[in-house]
């Protein structure tokens, strides 16, 4: 019997079940190791990139507000912003050696950063558990790099836009602004917010432990700039505007106004500016009132600047023609305990008269004589009641009351501009629409390379001899203070009682004059409103009408649009009284 064969039989036997042990698991390993990288490998980069990989959104540069020659009015400059992540701050070791640790950072940042370091503790430990907080919006990249070179952990830099308004207060109540999120909040930005912002784009790229970016891993989705939006707006005419209404405002202690300039065959909004305004790139001391545009949303009463719209709605019925009088006397008209005025007895007088004496008695006549709805029925074809349609938010549809039965008091009241209310803008339309011919085209806040559609709602004949009979306004009657040397100019003045709480307030008034030039063809339309005058002077004769007059001839000669007076009957424009005033621009 072999000894040595019987005892290291067993032993082999052992070796070789342990290597087949191993060599089982080397093999079942291996296969889990093939089946993890090769089969499962998106599995495994997904859950990885979870944990490592971050996205975040490309900011969208916002579109350019312009004016129509291609002035800009709201831009978009690249700042950065400074953000942080408090969890990795808080997680980060202390270093005995060299006593470094998340209090010793926030000290080190608050020192760059120029705030208290007990208000940048007390912000880090009360967002301790969150990866991200804003530390420093929309800065210069001189302020983000002195930050950035601290190197305290979980800080970063992120770029952002921020919006600027080249032409500041002057046309911050078209254009409006955005907030620090670049987001519309009034005017233009808000109410074409969508179209402006764009579409963000995403990037990600892989984070270590402590938060810190180490690499991209390339851009996703690039960013879409937003759309950019040409106004109808011509900042020539916007400045011009803005000064003389700031102007008059300081002179006559007023406590707000607006004006308004279209160009009657397009229907353009040229200028549109108020008092008072705001620099919307400083709005550290905004206030409400300030925010109004009150060209497009408060309302008035137009009073007398209405009358042009009841002769024309005489002429219309074919009860009367232009050469018609009207018997005035004896200078006062009652309807039970309610009377209306005039200034004098003016006796018998035709329609031109009636327009340069501002005869209430006399609209009040014509108006009784036609059928009830008449004097209604023209100022609702003019837009009176309803929205201008330009867009802008809050903008106000105006009180053009109807009534089943007319009371006779109702109808006079009506006929020279009272019991119903306007916006400047769309007194502004209605003057527009006299002048074209009786044709009423759109009103539009942006640029028109062709004319709209529009409809005529005065006969042309009726438009062009009301209008003929606005320029002896100017000539002979209350609106002598908007003559334009070298040009024909068609208008009338308003003077109207404010309401109060109590009824009508007899100190209290608004001036208004609402006119168009030239008026041998005329090719703007101006109104302008100044809102309780507490000078010497109220009247929209004197008030108003100089106003128009200065802004007027300026936007006539800017456009380059050729005086239609004759030579022999130009006069020269004395100097105006100077009165001083600031318009602020940038921030």
Excluded: C
Excluded at 101 to 125: D, H, S, T, Y
Aim: hydrophobic share 40%; no cysteine.
């Amino acid at each position: 019997m072999n000894i040595e064969n019987s005892v290291h039989t067993p032993g082999k036997w052992r070796f070789r079940f342990v290597y087949g042990i191993a060599l089982l698991l080397f093999l079942v390993a291996g296969g889990r190791l093939f089946y993890l990288t090769v089969v499962d490998k998106a599995f495994l980069q997904n859950q990885g990139e979870i944990r490592a990989v971050r996205t975040e959104s490309i900011p969208a540069t916002r579109g350019m507000i312009l004016d129509r020659r291609g002035e800009p009015l709201a831009v978009s400059t690249p700042t950065w912003t400074i953000i942080a992540n408090p969890k990795a701050l808080w997680k980060m070791p202390v270093d005995p050696s060299s006593n470094m640790g998340p209090e010793q950072e926030i000290k080190r940042l608050a020192e760059v950063m120029g705030v208290g370091r007990a208000w940048l503790q007390e912000k880090f430990e009360a967002n301790k558990t969150r990866s991200f907080m804003y530390l420093r919006r929309q800065i210069s990249p001189h302020e983000a790099d002195a930050i950035m070179a601290a190197d305290v952990v979980g800080v970063s830099k992120t770029k952002e836009y921020k919006r600027f308004y080249p032409a500041g207060e002057v046309a911050s109540h078209v254009v409006g602004f955005t907030n620090i999120d670049d987001k519309g909040q009034e005017g233009i930005e808000l109410a074409y917010d969508q179209a402006l912002e764009g579409q963000p784009g995403r990037r990600s790229y892989v984070k270590d432990l402590s938060g810190n970016i180490i690499r991209g891993v390339g851009v996703e989705e690039a960013e879409h700039p937003g759309e950019n939006i040409e106004l109808s707006i011509d900042l020539r005419l916007q400045y011009l505007a803005y000064r003389e209404l700031k102007a008059a405002v300081t002179e006559h202690r007023a406590t707000s106004a607006s004006a308004v300039i279209l160009d009657v065959k397009t229907g353009e909004i040229l200028a549109m500016v108020n008092q008072p305004s705001y620099n919307p790139n400083d709005r550290s001391k905004l206030e409400y009132e300030e925010l109004r545009n009150r060209a497009v949303i408060d309302l008035f009463e137009p009073g007398s600047t209405m009358k042009p719209f009841t002769i024309s709605a005489a002429l219309m019925s074919g009860q009367y023609s232009t050469e018609t009088t009207i018997d005035t006397s004896p200078g006062y008209l009652r309807f039970g305990r309610f009377t209306i005025r005039d200034a004098a007895n003016y006796g018998v007088i035709d329609f031109e008269k009636l327009l340069i004496k501002s005869s209430n008695v006399g609209a009040s006549k014509v108006a009784l004589s036609l059928p009830q709805d008449a004097v209604w029925n023209m100022d609702y074809e003019l837009g009176i009641g309803s929205p201008v349609g330009i867009g802008f938010p809050g903008e106000a549809s105006g009180v053009l009351p109807s009534h089943p039965k007319w009371h006779p008091s109702e109808i006079a009241t009506l006929s020279y501009g009272y019991g119903l209310s306007v916006s400047t803008l769309q007194l502004a339309q209605a003057y527009m629409t006299l002048a074209n011919g009786g044709y009423r085209v759109p009103v539009t806040i942006f640029k028109q390379d062709v004319p709209a559609d529009g409809k005529q709602v005065i006969p042309h004949k009726i438009a062009q001899d009301v209008v003929k009979m606005m320029e002896s306004v100017v000539q002979k009657g209350s609106g002598k203070a908007a003559k334009i040397p070298g040009y024909r100019v068609a208008g009338k003045t308003g003077t109207v009682h404010k309401v109060g709480t109590k009824g009508y307030e007899y100190d209290q008034y608004i001036a208004l004059f609402a006119g168009v030039a030239p008026a041998s063809n005329p090719r703007l339309a101006m109104v302008v409103m100044i809102n309780d005058p507490k000078g010497r002077e109220y009247y929209g004769g004197e008030v108003a009408a100089p106003v128009f007059s200065r802004v007027m001839e300026g936007a006539l000669t800017t456009l380059n649009i050729y005086p239609d007076l004759p030579e022999g009957l130009r006069e020269v424009r004395l100097e105006p009284k100077k009165v001083p005033y600031q318009v602020v621009q940038g921030g």
